[in-house]
């Protein structure tokens, strides 16, 4: 009964969805209160029917009840519990229960936390939110039902793709799907204001928290994955370009523009019509990476390579939302007119170039991915586009963004003055030479570029300091003066200070593994293989049993310069259900370089192969995506975006009581 329960919970929760995608919207159009009042209710309704499903399906996991047909497939009793549950969203059917939950929660946040918006427009916010989840939860019904029974039950499961089974990847698809999704409220804000034909700062101020948001949660999801496919699947590599990885970075380009772009619009009333326009663009590059992963054109360790069919469905479900968007905007657009004018040289221009690089980025990487799966579809040449391409077109892009990111916040609004600006960022200029000079001295002047793309880093995050510096008026008044002013600032300021230092860390991260040292080799039991300055000693390999496999366990002594300095423990993991195997690597951290150890198959003469890296500032990759995202979380919990109501709802009021109406 209780997976009757779910599905019916589903279907329910479509008609619920239906309602609430067009009562709300004709009450907006009939100035009609019961109406509009009605998307609320709905919403909240909807995600209590989309949340018994998602508990149902989980209930079946847990339970091990091989009587549906979805659990058979992806589960079995020898799994532990935790992949029981986190199964639930590893496979297909399960996922899109997972994207329809967190779309629902994205509409019950809305209805709960927008009592400052006016009513049309949340009502008209609301119905657009119902729309999406009508076509999704169509999509689930009629093609994905992941509560399809079978009789008689399958005495056990055929058990998870192993490569699933691990923590990190277990909570990677709920962060990155909140990502996703949460950037279809920007959307519904984005169709609702073309809708109204209105845009102010306003709706800048509702819009941006809900794109911040989403975009720390993607930045987590994002990383979370590298990280996975980092420590896992043993090639000692964070980041393949992997179309399935570049259908996450894409939306992240965009919503990183979206959200500069919505603070123009905020503080200078300009820039309208292209920040509705990045709102739809970015929620539907989060749908083409729901395509690109279902559609079966992809083959990834990570893609849900299935029924072409499902494919064709996302396929026509984009065509209504992108499309439909898209002519509305084309439609409504012109009316969006900008009220504040500005000089090139001023923070408005610096976010406007700020926002043309990040969707030219996007737009390299959108075509270096699907214009193979555009070839091959019809019939053209097999073509690999992999980090050559990337690397010679992404990442020019992204120097001047990151040079305009020192400059950008110190420049005043409307007009600026680079000179003074440039002046103020002496320090980030000496710091950055210091490191140019110092690397190439090291490095006796190999890696010129990594070596560059440290400095950039070091730029970046000293001009960070140096805004943050000059807002408390640093060691240009009394430390109680100071004091107060750091007291003071907006904790969106923080937050901005710490996203830009967490892009810093990143990039040094990624510049510096042109630093790494591999060593592959076949070592015996009690032989050496020196790495850097280590020596790995393979002490032994035994063989281990696990919850649903069988390991062999490699101890391998760490030592340098003869003493010992750790054992660690790489494995490689077989899994007899699916006769697959998997690697456990062994990963030695301290913040400023990883040793990173993985142990391949044995060879007839009782060699091991074992994979051996030293990479220097590696974990920074990490460390600074952490710090983009808490400098976002800063950010949220600024108090402007809480308290207060609307301008444009108290503007009306006083209109409302000067009139009489």
């Given at each position: ?316 479900l984009l065509v209504v939302v992108i499309g439909g968007s898209l002519t509305l905007y084309a439609v409504r657009a012109p009316y969006l007119k ?324």
């Amino acid at each position: 009964m209780i997976i009757e329960a779910g599905h019916y919970a589903l279907i329910l929760a479509l008609f619920v969805a239906l309602a609430q995608s067009i009562v709300p919207l004709l009450g907006a159009a009939r100035h009609n209160a019961g109406w509009m009042a009605l998307g609320r209710s709905a919403a909240l309704t909807q995600f209590g029917l989309i949340a018994l499903a998602m508990a149902a399906l989980m209930y079946a996991y847990i339970t091990s009840d091989f009587t549906v047909i979805n659990v058979v497939q992806n589960s079995h009793t020898d799994k532990p519990l935790l992949y029981q549950i986190t199964g639930v969203w590893g496979n297909h059917e399960g996922s899109m229960v997972l994207w329809v939950f967190m779309l629902s929660l994205c509409g019950a946040l809305v209805s709960l936390f927008c009592d400052n918006l006016p009513a049309e427009l949340r009502a008209r916010v609301l119905s657009v939110q119902g729309m999406i989840g009508v076509g999704f939860l169509l999509f689930i019904l009629l093609t994905s039902d992941p509560f399809l029974r079978t009789f008689p039950p399958a005495p056990n499961g055929e058990g998870l793709n192993p490569v699933l089974q691990d923590p990190g990847l277990a909570f990677h698809p709920p962060f990155l799907y909140l990502g996703y999704v949460g950037f279809s409220v920007s959307f519904s804000f984005a169709v609702a204001a073309l809708i109204e034909g209105r845009v102010d700062a306003a709706w800048a101020r509702w819009v941006r928290p809900w794109a911040l948001a989403s975009w720390c949660a993607l930045t987590i999801g994002i990383a979370m994955g590298s990280w996975w496919a980092y420590y896992t699947l043993g090639w000692g590599g964070w980041w393949y370009w992997d179309p399935v990885e570049n259908a996450s970075f894409m939306p992240w380009l965009v919503g990183t523009a979206l959200i500069h772009s919505s603070i123009v619009v905020e503080k200078r009333d300009t820039l309208k019509s292209w920040t509705v326009l990045l709102a739809i663009i970015t929620f539907a590059l989060s749908l083409v990476g729901t395509f690109l992963v279902r559609s079966g054109v992809l083959t990834s360790v990570h893609a849900f390579a299935s029924d072409p069919r499902r494919g064709v469905f996302i396929l026509l479900l984009l065509v209504v939302v992108i499309g439909g968007s898209l002519t509305l905007y084309a439609v409504r657009a012109p009316y969006l007119k900008g009220g504040g004018l500005f000089a090139p040289i001023s923070r408005e221009g610096a976010l406007v170039l700020n926002n043309v690089l990040l969707v030219c980025g996007c737009a390299t990487v959108f075509l270096g991915t699907l214009y193979p799966l555009f070839l091959d579809a019809v019939g053209g040449p097999k073509l690999s586009v992999g980090f050559p391409f990337f690397d010679r077109t992404f990442v020019p892009m992204m120097t001047p963004l990151l040079l305009a990111v020192g400059v950008g916040p110190l420049l005043a609004w409307k007009r600026g003055d680079l000179l003074g600006a440039l002046q103020r960022l002496w320090t980030a200029f000496a710091v950055a030479l210091i490191v140019v000079a110092g690397g190439l001295v090291v490095t006796q002047g190999a890696q010129v570029l990594a070596v560059l793309g440290i400095a950039l880093a070091a730029w970046v995050f000293t001009s960070a300091a140096v805004e943050w510096a000059e807002r408390v008026r640093l060691f240009r008044t009394g430390i109680g003066d100071t004091c107060r002013r750091a007291v003071n600032l907006p904790r969106a300021a923080y937050g901005m200070s710490m996203a830009h230092m967490g892009v810093a860390v990143t990039v040094a991260g990624i510049s510096a593994s042109a630093f790494a040292v591999e060593n592959i080799q076949l070592v015996k039991v009690g032989g050496d293989l020196p790495i850097g300055a280590y020596v790995l000693h393979l002490a032994g390999v035994e063989k281990i049993p696990g919850a649903n496999f069988t390991a062999d366990d490699a101890a391998i002594e760490v030592r340098r310069d003869g003493v010992l300095l750790a054992t660690v423990h790489p494995e490689r993991r077989f899994f007899p259900l699916q006769q697959q195997t998997t690697s456990m690597t062994a990963i030695r951290s301290n913040l400023l370089a990883d040793l990173y150890v993985a142990l391949g198959d044995r060879d007839d003469n009782g060699a091991w192969t074992i994979r051996a890296y030293w990479k220097p500032l590696v974990p920074w990759i990490w460390l600074g995506a952490v710090i983009m995202a808490f400098g976002g979380m800063v950010s949220l919990s600024d108090r402007r975006w809480r308290v207060g109501v609307a301008a444009r709802a108290r503007g009306r009021v006083f209109a409302q009581a000067a009139t009489g109406d």
